[in-house]
């Protein structure tokens, strides 16, 4: 009996051992830029496609960009501020272009392009994107962003959904009465087809 | 670092300079009225050797719609799609159609293997040497998207005990979840058992309760509203017991009966993820009720909520109960491994064990094994180890701890009881593996 709770403790052991393997959040080269009353912040992040999400660019569906800065004080782990971008780009296959919608904090804005390059680029370049406002910046003092990107985000209620369906639970053994299924078909759907985490170095605001 | 690690539970909108945690991240929406405006010409699936209505009945749009391409319907089908569970990839694109405008909505699938393994069944206790048994099936037979799954228990009897012999259950199911692509599902269920039930008298004697039961269950659902399901049941299944008397006391009629209920139910899940839980609720009530031999009615509620209270740590709250009304068969009452993670489950209704429970409050509750009512609460904290998007989807560490109490009706006595349990929560491509205290506890003699 012991040894086998023994080796349940080594199981668990190897879990937590694992969990301390997650790669660190990359820093990335950023541009930040005093634009009253805003910070603005510019860069790229094209590696968030894939071969394959850059060829269902042109599938006739639209692609979500979501985009979510966090504003950190250096040496703290409390946001002190956050902000959002959407991209939504879709191809018209009988115009031949693409069309793109940008929203963020300074509002909504309609773009074209001709080619999937192209499009690629508008949707994965910040430019001078609102941060937060400089008010809340206090000068001579680090901060960073955390940024966040999901391409084709889901909502909760439809995973919630999804994963509903797929539990099956008269086939799996479960019932109004029953437990919950110990092994079964499990295919997974992600919260987005794609995540990609980057933080900026740090930064300051001169003093006046 | 860890700095970062609260990047992704603050809100999305901007807040105070005294931001605190945490608000969650807003979902966002498909927009209806972004993209060109497109008439479906056809419909085409590629890559599919499963039936194809199959398929195309999950779609939302058909021939003739005239709809932005950005609409939600789109993006909903390929979910359906996905959530039939027969493909690894579903992908939607669009083909010019015969003329400006017209488009073929061409539905791309990666089919994989159906073939499921529903549980395993293993262990080991004072009343049983040893029960082991396997659960298997196939969620798609012959590409005509019908469930069967086969579940079999053998357990060893037990040579202590004059009168023991060798238990056996058996399963078939068979469920197709959304006939012809509708919301509304069916289900059937026949069972053999060959049982063999351990007991043991107030005074300690050990003695067995050997009887049979065959039958089965029919039933439908429909899911109502996206995350709403109800459901009904109809179970008729014959018990045979020994020409004895006293098997009255032990709630089985002497010789052959009959079981018949009806069963309704309604459950509530709002949980993005069932498996290892972070957020939403589940509500889940059912009313069983008994006629001709055995005339009871059984009804069972739970309830839980989970929520993140910040990046990794969800804190979860569990509550259930239960009563039964009148005499119903003994396989039907609640059971002590039914609500407490600590001690032995029931494989296939199949008792393997009389072990009680802890009785860590000395409230007498290691002598109780079944009941006609139960009530228990827990609060259970995980911690998510990690996330990944192929092959081990997620793993929690997670600890809970609850007090339930379980007994009878009439007269009234429900000792109480402490349960608890920890261990990792592992979500796989094959299914969820709990490697806990429980499951330890639960399989071996203490």
Partial sequence: MNQRLLALALLLAAGAAAAEDEPPIPEKTLRFTAREPMLTVSGTFTEAFDPEMLEQLSSGFTTTVVLRMYLYRRGSDVAIWSSAATWRVVYDLWQEVYLIKAQDYAGERSYTAKTRADALVRVTTMANTPVAPLAVIEPGVDYFIGVDVEVNPVSPEVLAEVRRWMTRPSLGGASFFGGFVSFFLNPKIAEADRRLQFRSAPFFRAKP | MRALAALLVVTTVPVSLAAQPVEPVQPVQDDPTFGPLIEIERIDVVGASTNVEIIRREILVKPGDRLRSGDPRFNRSRFRVLALGYFTDVKLRQDKGSQPGAVVLVVEVVERGTFTLNRIFLGTSDDTPIWAGLDVG??????????????????????????????????????????????FGVHATALYTVASEPLVAAGGARSVLNYKRAGGTFGTTWDFAPLMRVGADVRLESATAPDDAATADLRLRPGQSLVSTVTVGFERDTRPDPILPYRGSRFAFALESGFGDYEFAKAVLSFGAWRLLTERHVLGFR??????????????????????????????????????????FSTGADKVVTGDVYGGVSIEYAFQLFRNPRTIYGGDLFVSVGTYGLGSRVPFSAPVDLTFNVGLRLDTFIGVFELSLGNALGRLPL
């Fill in chain 2, 138 to 183: 196939d969620t798609n037979v012959f590409g005509s998207g019908l469930g069967v799954a086969v579940g079999g228990v053998w357990a060893q009897k037990s040579s202590d005990v004059p009168g023991s012999r060798t238990q056996g259950a058996l399963r078939l199911r068979v469920a197709d979840e959304r006939v012809l692509g509708s919301d």
């Fill in chain 2, 319 to 360: 509550l259930g109960a239960g009563i039964i009304l009148g005499r119903s068969p003994r396989f039907d009452q609640f059971y002590v491994g039914d609500v407490n993670p600590l001690q032995p489950p029931r494989p296939l209704d199949l008792a393997v064990s009389t072990r009680g429970s802890f009785d860590v």
